[in-house]
């Protein structure tokens, strides 16, 4: 990296970090530092909403799933829209009439404490361990590019993110998230530029538009009804709703982010702006991807992206040799390639109808040949290190910037990612030190603790948490296997979490022990189906929240009827 | 922009009207996409 990328990172992530921590320098009171004092500006809560749920990883691997499987993630996001209408017509005001600072708070008021609790202790866990891989994926996919120490970057952004995060609160949270959103913008934006600039000359816009087209890559909305397809028009429009109720309406690192609007008003417009700009946000990443891909077509390509992994295999005594035989097949292909791709284009630009066919026809085979190599690539990298992460496509991307964009972009760019990496931990780390203490210290340790010593005994949670993020993504670093679980955890308590607030607010005969039980059976068969079926995991949402729903109503039904418990539900 | 301090979104007379806007924008996005689909074959 050159000086001017340096000080353009260092500079931009200065920048943020001093001016969140100077904004809400003075924060006096607990419910100030929870809430972010109650004056967000609809942009401000859209932005930090936006800005919470863009991490590293969306930075990173989403141009890479372009890269490998074209624009058919963006269907994921299609539920958004419509769970950000239904959350601000129904979810919305109930929050606001109630005043409560945490989700869960809601909760006790409509049904019991230990429904409370339960939702709270899931979320705690859940998003305690999600935290630490939020820091440890981009440290780890940076320190393979840059050269640096894992750990080195995994205690930076940790450290940086705590000491802003623990001052400030919420507000700063919040204030942070609005530059670190237009960073992550206005930087991906002038990637895609940079991108399609790098196309050669004789290949336009359409031209390349047409080659993405042809090898598959822009099959952008996928209406078949397949469940073990994960990513179809259907599985987003339902799975992907769910997802995002449960998400954007009961995860409190979202909860928190609208809480703090100045009225629900204008946290209503700052979920409708995100319902707004979150599809062409994903769709413009998941182009810079698809243009890279196009780029590969006319420029020679390795055969992995994950160099060190690649160099490991290439030097290994096992697998050393078939490394380099695969690596020159693919060069080989690559070459051909360029000149069939070339042809197919002339034939398209001259409109031969049959020549046209018969070299698109050699261009899809050489494609196939190239995908077989990277697969046995990908194999023989992980017989050399069995824990060689195998997923390559992460890599592309930073890769790409790191070698092709000029001086100081790289530096805007490492400042995208770095931005992401700390803004969805910032929202994670005040979201978990808020709960810690409004549902449980508060409520059930030290209920009447005066206001000074709440602010005090938040901070000390939030940086707790930010600890124990950061000490998980350490030790994340030897548990490859614990990463994949705690993720594909984390989506499943999506769908009983949702059926719970759903009960809540939609279905007032039911109780709290009702709820309660039903939530546990619902969690019970959400794991049960995952371990016994290959359902794409989207639809688990959606039984999760329907096994809570049933249950619940099931159950109300044979407990005796307690008096209603709460005045929120009406 | 803030019509908000009389409980109306900023552009649409109601609620319904702002959140009839972003499905429909979603409607466009998703038509959009399926021509992207299509058209580049």
Redesign the interface.
Known sequence: MSALDWLVLSGTLAVIVGYGVWKTRGIRSAAAYLRGGEDGR?YTVGLSIMATQASAITFLSTPGQGFDDG?GF?QFY?GV??A??VL??TILPIYYRTRVLTAYEYLEQRFDLKTRQLTALIFLVQRGLGTGISIYAPAIILSVVLGWSSLVTTIAIGLLVIAYTVSGGTRAVNQTQQLQMAVMLGGMALAFVVVARQLPDSVSFQDA??V???LGK????DYSVKLNTRYT?WSGITGGTFVALAYFGTDQSQVQRYLSGE?L??A??GL?MN??LK??MQ?LILLVGVLVFVFFQFNPSPVFFNGPALDAARGSAAVGAQVREVEARYAAATARKTQVVTAWLDARRAGAGADEAARKAALLEVDAEQQALRKDARKLVQQADPSANPKDADYVFLRFVMERFPAGLVGLLLAVILCAAMSATASALSALGATTMVDFYKRSVNPAVDDAKALRATRWFTAAWGLVAIGFAVVASRLDNLIQAVNILGSLFYGPMLGVFMVGFFLTRVRGTAVFWATLVAQALVLAAFAVSDIGFLWFNVIGCAAVVVVALGLQAVLPNAPPSSPAAA | M?A?AE????FFRT?RG??AA??A??LL??VA??W??R???
């Open positions: 609809w624009l963006v299609f829209p419509i950000m209408v601000s017509a538009l047409g993405a087209g042809a822009l099959n952008a909305v028009f009225s008003g204008q209503r417009l409708l319902g707004l599809v062409p769709l | 803030d908000d409980g109306r979104p900023p609620w702002a959140y972003v499905l924008w979603l996005t998703v996409l399926t992207l689909s058209a580049f074959r």
